[in-house]
């Protein structure tokens, strides 16, 4: 299945058949994360595809290369459901892992780039925005600049993730990889560890058998303290300058001015902001496998009076996992819809 636990079970294989230990050497092993312009020009040309490692069986490689080589105009095919119930892609996830490393002295050194800007950033978060924002703001994106999310066939047997419209540069999807990628990033440039323990250790397990909520459910708290608007803005507005100077992107930005750049700059980390770090997470309904509403619903018409959050009628053990919160929203809509003869979900 596209969930993390199978990335993890990846990893764990690729890690206990190493030659070499540590991460950096691990990330030699799989296919290149990088496939844009920004990207390559921080951590390199993605090397050619590598064998399949004998450790691995043909369908755990196979899986493997195809999520970090989703094609752009698919990027749903390059994400895993996390245990937290949050759909992450994953090379945005492991090139802010790789620049973390290096930028901390873990592996090959990073280039110096021109005008400054941070590795960590610019290869996760700073080049897609700069990229989706100023296509939008010069009407060439034909949509938004952020989104969509989307939701999984099915919530304990991920295959297919589908997304809710067009996509942007910025899916929901690569947007938490990407954050994930600073977060995990920062912790690694202070020192490496195995990174089957590090994921493992951010986005819990998915039986649920951890205690209290994994750290990966504080990703907004976490991205927003490392890089809050004004720094984001910043090196949104470096990395566009970074592109300027490089042959794929150089035509994009040719008639591109400063105050264009500041403003593109601006408004991306503003909306990111808001979008993806201020926020709170709402899960939909065809995420967690919701039956249709029975009868014809009334929508709710904002600005609204009162908003009730009401606790269900018996207390029960807290679910530790996406899946096991999903098999409980389930199992209380099929009683008021079955037993109550209720049109959905009564409180």
Request: hydrophobic fraction near 40%; charge should be neutral; include cysteine.
């Amino acid at each position: 299945p596209r969930h993390m636990d199978s990335v993890l079970a990846i990893l764990d294989a690729l890690e206990s058949g190493a030659a070499s230990p540590g991460p950096a050497a691990l990330l030699g092993q799989i296919p290149g994360v990088c496939s844009t312009p920004g990207c390559r020009a921080v951590l390199g040309e993605p090397p050619e595809p590598p064998a399949a490692p004998p450790a691995l069986a043909p369908g755990q490689w196979q899986l493997l290369t195809e999520l970090l080589r989703a094609h752009p105009a698919a990027p749903e095919r390059g994400a895993v459901l996390a245990p937290d119930g949050s759909t992450v892609a994953l090379a945005p996830l492991l090139a802010g892992i790789e620049a973390g490393l290096r930028s901390g002295g873990f592996g090959r050194p990073l280039p110096a780039l021109e005008p400054p800007a941070d590795p960590l950033l610019a290869v996760t978060v700073a080049e897609p925005l700069g990229t989706s924002f100023l296509l939008a703001q010069r009407g060439d994106s034909g949509g938004p600049a952020l989104g969509p999310g989307g939701c999984w066939d099915d919530a304990e047997n991920p295959q297919n993730y589908t997304l809710e419209g067009p996509p942007s540069p910025v899916p929901d999807a690569v947007a938490i990889g990407a954050m994930d990628g600073v977060v995990l990033g920062a912790r690694l440039a202070r020192g490496p560890l195995p990174l089957a323990e590090l994921l493992r250790g951010y986005y819990g397990s998915g039986n649920g058998s951890h205690r209290g909520r994994p750290p990966s459910s504080y990703r907004r708290r976490d991205f927003g303290a490392l890089a809050g608007p004004e720094r984001l803005e910043k090196e949104v507005a470096a990395v566009l300058g970074v592109l300027r100077a490089l042959p794929p992107t150089r035509e994009l930005l040719r008639d591109v001015g400063t105050k264009e750049v500041a403003a593109v700059a601006r408004r991306a980390s503003r909306e990111f902001s808001e979008r993806y770090v201020e926020c709170p997470l709402v899960v939909p309904r065809c995420m967690w496998g919701a039956r249709p509403y029975r009868g014809t619903p009334a929508p709710l018409r904002p600005p609204l009076a009162a908003v009730f959050v009401h606790h269900t009628l018996e207390p029960a053990r807290p679910c530790r996992s996406f899946r096991a919160c999903a098999r409980a929203l389930r199992a209380v809509q099929s009683f008021h819809q079955d037993t109550r003869a209720w049109d959905d979900i009564g409180y």
